[in-house]
């Protein structure tokens, strides 16, 4: 059989929800007002700050307040890019600094590295901006598994409830939509990659889903409680 390419979500499917939500979000917010007066002036840094204070009107010395709006996008758990690149640097300065790693469900490393070596391509397609995914997958407590990944991708493709992100990234893969296995924890999610073409599986993992999601909560999709369970 030719090897499936498999495409997985990060958050809820990968890792749990509250490693984003309670571990990355806050280190972030907490971090940024430090991270601006250290960095504020390097150009891969300001760019992103002058990208916000001109959207919020705020002067480019007024960093205190693009700081404060920053930090307010992250309370209401918004979707920008300036911040996202800005979470992004702080989070590599945590990972290189040893403030955290990344943990990932147990079954999943295994089963990354035996589909690898299988020789099923692997990819990720997350909210969070690609040089977070990359950041992440170097940073786990299983250890650096970026050499596994073949091709990330963000919302930049489009949302991931959108059936042509899906489209794209196959073709940007080259790979047909029949090709692809995509996981994640979100059905809507899923619904849009069935509508492309792809094959799907509901991760339902019981610590961020207590209450199992089968029958009609899967909407038809295959659902699994681990990668272990999962053959591409």
């Given amino acids: 059989m030719q090897p499936a390419t498999i495409l997985t979500d990060i958050e809820g499917t990968t890792s749990s929800i509250s490693f984003v939500k309670d571990v990355l979000y806050p280190y972030a917010r907490a971090a940024l007002p430090g991270f601006v007066r250290a960095h504020g002036q390097q150009p891969e840094v300001r760019r ?7 959207e919020i009107s705020a002067s480019a010395c007024q960093d205190a307040v693009i700081v404060e709006t920053l930090q307010g996008w992250i309370d209401q758990d918004r979707k920008h ?10 989070w590599e300065a945590g990972y290189r600094d040893g403030d955290f790693t990344a943990p990932l469900y147990p079954d999943v490393a295994p089963a990354l590295r035996a589909w690898h070596a299988a020789g099923h391509r692997l990819a990720v397609y997350s909210s969070g901006s690609v040089p977070a995914q990359q950041l992440l997958f170097s940073h786990t407590d299983a250890g650096d598994l970026t050499p596994l990944i073949s091709a990330y991708f963000d919302t930049e493709v489009g949302g ?33 990659a069935r509508a492309a073409g792809l094959r799907t599986v509901l991760l339902d993992r019981r610590p961020d889903y207590p209450q199992p999601r089968s029958g009609a909560l899967a909407n038809g999709h295959d659902r699994v409680e681990s990668f272990a369970e999962i053959t591409p």
Avoid: H
């Fill in 81 to 90: 890019t300036a911040l996202k690149a800005l979470q992004g640097l702080a």
């Fill in 48 to 54: 992103w700050l002058d990208q916000v204070a001109i």
């Fill in 160 to 192: 991931k409830r959108e059936a042509d992100s899906y489209r794209s990234i196959a073709g940007q893969m080259t790979v047909a939509p029949g090709e692809i296995v995509f996981l994640s924890d979100v059905v809507a999610e899923l619904d849009a």
